[in-house]
């Protein structure tokens, strides 16, 4: 007997777990896919925007406000990589820079700090690759960059290390009403084993079918629109320093337009596409989308040296038709079901208001006490190249793996895989490791150090190697030996 299920570990509900993880509840997360993060959450443009963008009065405008004051302490506490690059909304002399001053006034009401509408010559000063037709852009500061999986990893490990449980690989099939709270039945596809979990509450975090668990037990109905929002192209980090800022378009009513950012990691993201499809797992790339991206970045940025792609994927937003806003609180109908769904962007920004939202309306409900020892620490893996000379080498005299390097494009070395597969919710396949770590992130995509991670996997686990996938049950590498094919 749970007192809170939380079904869905992507950021919405590993944030939320986290902070249910201060109370003295009995708590568990439930993840169909093999690992966190491994749906919508690890396929956005990893901005942590400013706010001024969502309307006035909305719960987007409010959480996404509030979840970006909270990103410097948050990524203090689960040491995550978090940077305040500011963001810039351009203005060409095809449009009309009257949608500028909107967005500047709405984003005043939403309080966000320090916009600015500067000119063109303010803007090369700040970006001089900008294309030659901006005339003049918005500036915020408070915008940034992060990394979704480690912001995801981060609350999830934390919750963990707090007390909750995770259950991976572990699919809801039905969801009941009963007189004490809810009657979860799950199938946990690793093992093939049927469960049946109760709880006295259920929080719906299931992204792109947060609908289905909804419709389960509510007569509110949900609809969630997956909104392939979208395909990006990730470029080397050669050309990671093109632009310095977040460069935005002016928005659309299907998004915010491609923009073109530095990551955290030093490389280089266009994107993205706003498409609707039917198909809630069609993650797939095309080549429409990808020369859509290529036409329109052009319109802010010019010359982006699509030359140095490295890699490109898609990404689905989970869009409630019901309205314009995330669709966050209690049922109306259905005492104890707490829905956070249709949470598209700002999603990654408000995830931090979202968590102690949720939290708090959890702690009301159920009475619950805090923790007097509740850790909100979360130490990461390390990074080699954070330390001196001296100190790495005396890592390496203490720890050899330290200085095996298993993926060249990124220098990651045994360690820190080894370090990836031990720590709370250890990694169990190739993406699983990239993640965490960045193996296989670099130009090479895994060409050379893929056999390798495979073989630490299979010691380190441990598994067989037939049991190794790209991204868990059903993507295995290998279906047998040659003699046995023959």
Known sequence: MFDVVIIGAGVTGSAIAREVSRYKLNTCVIEKEEDVCNETSKANSAIIHAGFDAVPGTMKAKLNVMGNAMMDTIAEELDIPFKRNGSLVVCTKEQDPEGLQVLMER????????????????????????????????WAPTGGIVCPFHMTMGYAENAYENGVQFFLNTKVEKLEKTGEGFRVQVHHADTCVDETIETKLIINAA????DEINNQLSDRKLHITARKGGEYMLLDKTVGDYVKSTIFQLPSKMGKGVLVTPTVHGNLLVGPTAVNVEDKGAVNTTMNGLDQIARVSAHSVKNVPLRQVITSFAGLRAHEDGGDDFVIGESEDVKGLINAAGIESPGLSSAPAIGVTVAELVRDLLNAEEKSDFNPVRHGILDPDTLSLEERNQLIKENPAYGNIICRCEMITEGEILDAIHRPLGARSLDGVKRRTRAGMGRCQSGFCSPKVMEILEREVPMRVDQIGKNGVGSEFIVGENKELS
């Open 107 to 138: 984003g005043k009401k939403n309080g966000v700090p320090g916009l600015q509408i500067l000119d063109r010559e303010a803007l090369i000063e700040k970006e001089s690759n900008l294309a030659d037709d901006v005339t003049c852009a918005l």
């Open 207 to 210: 992204g792109v079918y947060a």
